[in-house]
């Protein structure tokens, strides 16, 4: 008896071998299906890899609705690891009453959620504003809705949504964070630090409020206070580069270079392209008069980030220092270009005064 043709084509021997007693394949029984296959014409490795992509396909649905049916809330499930379009799927089942759940309130927000994330913001507010009219007392969907006014620029509304989350949840942390973000946008800088001192009582390890709190302070001028907070930051999270930077920036502002120096190096090896720590550690190596590091770091940071504006202005003010006319009035015009229109401090800024009086200077301070 001949072997068998490992493209099935032969299937006269792997019937024969069949009716004898030995094993057939799955593969050879696909192959044999050919005259009945609704894939006829194709190859055996084709009609096979589609039957089971079909297979699979169904297999899919049956598990999701057997889920459901076990009462899995697959919504919630997808919440947990960020798949929006899951989520708006299995929880606008659950909306709709294709499957069961146990809260709709929680599937509103969810989907609310999810709609937030890519950024369509009129239906996340939508499902959350459907979540509170189901549940009223629905803290978190106070916050939700808040977070999503306050990324729509309505800073009111969202106010308004965390006081009310707050009086019905005084423990709700978010809502005292959230609404300090708020806070400080309005530039209400005391009742912001007052929020995020109280987010920090409620939870002490959460590191973002030590953060943003040194924020506000380095703000109004508090530069021990921030590097306090700052260092907590770190405390907490010892590979965060934008605490490292930001407490570097704190030591600068108190001519504390050295420090600033070590800290800014910190930021810049945990973040290769963080474009501010390369800034800030180009000014401190101006203040120490080195200044081919410093046009080193001012230039990383452009090479890091072509939009952000102030290494640009940095470098227009280290050539002005070094009497090139040309270059800093060059670097001060691609300054401006991207976005760097602080007029009047251009104007009193002692390291643009070598170019003060050039032309190429008048022209780009215009009427200004």
């Known amino acids: 008896m001949g072997g068998r043709n490992p493209d099935c084509a032969g299937s006269v021997h792997g019937e024969e071998e069949a009716d004898s007693g030995v094993a057939v394949s799955f593969k050879e029984r696909m ?5 009945t296959s609704p894939f006829f014409g194709a190859s055996c490795e084709v009609r096979m890899k589609r039957r089971l992509v079909s297979l699979l396909l169904l297999v899919f649905a049956l598990l999701t609705i057997s889920r459901a049916y076990a009462g899995i809330d697959l919504c919630a499930e997808y919440a947990e690891v960020g798949k929006p379009d899951e989520i708006i799927r299995e929880c606008t089942a659950q909306i709709d009453g294709v499957v069961k759940a146990p809260n709709i309130a929680y599937s509103y927000l969810n989907r609310g959620l999810a709609y937030q994330s890519v950024k369509q913001y009129d239906k996340a507010v939508a499902d959350f504003t459907k979540a509170i009219e189901r549940d009223p007392k629905y803290d978190k969907a106070y ?3 808040g977070g999503t006014y306050l990324l729509q620029g309505l800073r009111d509304k969202a106010v308004a949504d965390f006081n009310e989350a707050i009086r019905l949840n005084p423990k709700n942390v978010h809502a005292y964070f959230d609404r300090a973000l708020a806070r400080a946008e309005a530039g209400s800088y005391d009742e912001a630090l007052g929020d995020f001192s109280e987010a920090i009582k409620l939870n ?4 973002r409020a030590y953060l943003h709190r040194g924020d506000i302070s380095m703000v109004l001028g508090r530069y021990d206070r921030a590097i306090e907070d700052y260092s907590k930051t ?6 965060n580069a934008e605490a490292y930077n930001d407490r570097g920036a704190a030591y600068l502002s108190l001519r504390q270079i050295d420090q600033a120096i070590a800290d800014l190096n910190e930021a810049v090896e945990l973040n290769p392209n963080y474009e501010v720590a390369y800034d800030n550690r180009g000014s401190a190596y101006r203040a120490l008069g080195r200044y081919d590091e410093a046009k080193a770091d001012f230039l990383q940071a452009v090479k890091s980030n072509p939009e952000y504006a102030p290494p640009y202005y940095n470098l227009a003010c280290l050539y002005s220092v070094n009497k090139n006319v040309s270059e800093s009035c060059a670097w001060l015009q691609k300054a401006v270009g991207k976005g760097y229109v602080k007029w009047e401090h251009m104007k009193q800024d002692p390291d643009l005064a070598n170019i003060r009086g050039a032309e190429c200077y008048k022209k780009i301070l215009g009427g200004h």
């Open 234 to 239: 770190i405390e907490l999270q010892p590979l």
């Open 204 to 207: 002490p390890d959460n590191y």
């Open 143 to 145: 916050v939700d809705r």
């Open 31 to 35: 192959c044999r299906e050919q005259s």
